[in-house]
């Protein structure tokens, strides 16, 4: 089970994407995908991630790495990162896009599956926002 029993390892990568300079971490959440339970999962929220740029196709940036020396994972298993900026993910809460629905399933299946690993002020603000997207649905 990945989740949260690689909470530790998720504090660290978080850390390290934290110190980047180009763009500001807003808000990082690690949760529990049911979809796939072996495996990781992470939302991060940046400013100005593709350029504040809405998805065309209504899909969330999503990169899929294998154990790594830096973040090894058991056989089989994986490090899925969701990464988006702030305009995108208002679009795909109020359009309701398909790619949000693990997190939001996770969200709404209460704090034992999913856990805020960093938000700045406009993270509280996003969180929020996905709290509201589950009374909307």
Known sequence: MAYPDRLEDVERLIEQH??????QLLLAIYFDCQQD???VYLL?????FGYDEVSDDRELFEMSYGSTDGFPLPS???LDIILTNPVELRAAVEQ???SL???LAAIEAGPEHYRVVYH????????GLLRQGLVAA
């Not at 934290?18 to 763009?23: A, E, G, Y």
């Open 44 to 48: 991060e929220v940046i400013s100005q």
């Open 76 to 78: 089989g298993s994986r």
């Open 120 to 127: 700045s002020d406009s993270g509280d603000e996003l969180l």
């Open 18 to 23: 934290r110190r980047l300079d180009r763009q």
């Open 101 to 103: 629905s693990p997190l």
């Open 37 to 39: 339970p072996g495996s």
């Open 96 to 98: 309701g896009w398909t």
